[in-house]
Each structure stands twice: as structure tokens, then as C-alpha cells.
């Protein structure tokens, strides 16, 4: 990996020595998002509770600037004034860069009307189904590892043949089972799992940056 990525991870370890152990993993997440918005694709990013709340954090890392500006390139940027001179000289202006990611937490009228309508715990699939395609990966984050309706996303992922990115505590899991890498931070309580979680997306949203933008 370039060097300049590898020191994100180096600054991550050093200020949170524990997640030395999911070192490897976080570098295989990263991997596999890279190729995945090499290749056109999206995140799409799923978890409930607390880990709703971090599927919305990492959205918004990764839709706006982060730590770089991201300016809009040259030629899209006269294609934005083209379109008309007013208002496309302040979207050229303000526009930033975007790596496409959906929190699927965040879509009620949907939500509610599948709940109501279908079968609840499939909210996640039905959206991974409606949105997913080969390129893009699923992010399912969940403490335990075995939150149904992550794991149920997670398997209409597999089938449409996106990549499958597990974030969990450190006991095995079944979605540690379905994901094609799992990080596993090493805690068992839910709120200090959490307390690892934002460190390593964090990470993982800067070395996304850095790639694409720096």
C-alpha cells in the first residue's frame, strides 16, 4: 500500500494501540472500497441504534470534504458555468468532490411503508436490493455481529455480487461469516465497541480522501 495511506493507519494504531489487531483488516476494508469507487461503485451503509448514527457519519465524510477542499475540476467546472453563468459560477465555486455513500437509516417514508406493508426486519435488504449493483459494497456495522436485519441486507448484497464489509466487536459472528472482510475491534461491550468504531472509519474515510482527492 502507498505509503502516504499506510500513515493513517501508523497515526490510527499509535493512538489507539488495541486496534493493532484489526490492523490487517482495516487495510483489506480499505482495499476493497477503493476498487469498489475505482470502478464507478458506491458504499452503501447499514446499522441500527448508535451504528445508525455511525452510518450517517461516515456518509457524511465521504459525500463532502473531509480534510481536503476537493474543488471541482476545471472542466467540470466550465460545464457547470455553460449550464448558466450566475449560477453555475457559485456551484463551481462551492461544489466539493463526493465518494457516493447511502445511509440506509435515513429514508422514513420508505422505511415506514415496507415495515408496514412487508416484512420489517428486511428494511435494509429491500433498499440493498433496490440500490445495490456488482461494483458497489455493503458496510454493515453491528456490535454484536448478528443484528438480523444487517445480516439479511448483507445476503441480498452477496447475491448481487457486491463486496461485504463487516464492522463488529471482537466475538465471531455471522456477519463476520457473510462479509469478505470483517474488522473486529476488541471490546464485547456494545458502547465501547462503538468507542472503536469512529476511530477506524475515520481512518478509513481519510485514506479514501487522501486516494481520490489529495
Known amino acids: 500500500m502507498d505509503e502516504k495511506l499506510m500513515k493513517h493507519i501508523e497515526l490510527l494504531v499509535e493512538r489507539y494501540p488495541s486496534l493493532e489487531s484489526a490492523k490487517d483488516s482495516i487495510i483489506e476494508a480499505y482495499s476493497l472500497m477503493e476498487d469498489s469507487y475505482s470502478r464507478g461503485g458506491k458504499l452503501l451503509i447499514c446499522g441500527n441504534g448508535g451504528s445508525a448514527a455511525d452510518a450517517e457519519h461516515i456518509a457524511g465524510e465521504l459525500m463532502k470534504g473531509f480534510k481536503l477542499p476537493r474543488k471541482v475540476d ?41 415495515m408496514n406493508d412487508c416484512e420489517p426486519l428486511l428494511c435494509f435488504a429491500q ?31 452477496k447475491a448481487k455480487g457486491m463486496r461485504v464489509i463487516g464492522l463488529t466487536g471482537a466475538k465471531d459472528s455471522r456477519l463476520a461469516a457473510l462479509s469478505d472482510v470483517c474488522i473486529k475491534v476488541p471490546q464485547t461491550e456494545t458502547y465501547m465497541i462503538q468507542e472503536l468504531h469512529l476511530p477506524v472509519y475515520h481512518c478509513l474515510c481519510l485514506m479514501l480522501e487522501d486516494h481520490f482527492f489529495g
Open 127 to 157: 433498499q440493498v436490493n433496490g440500490y445495490g449493483s456488482e461494483n458497489d459494497v455493503l458496510l454493515g456495522i453491528s456490535t454484536s455481529g448478528n443484528s438480523k436485519n444487517v445480516l439479511y441486507a448483507a445476503t441480498v448484497a
Open 74 to 114: 476545471k472542466a467540470f467546472a466550465d460545464k457547470l458555468t455553460a449550464a448558466d453563468p450566475e449560477l453555475g459560477a457559485v456551484l463551481a465555486e462551492n461544489l466539493q468532490g463526493a465518494l457516493p455513500a447511502i445511509a440506509l437509516d435515513g429514508h422514513p417514508a420508505l422505511t415506514t411503508a415496507y
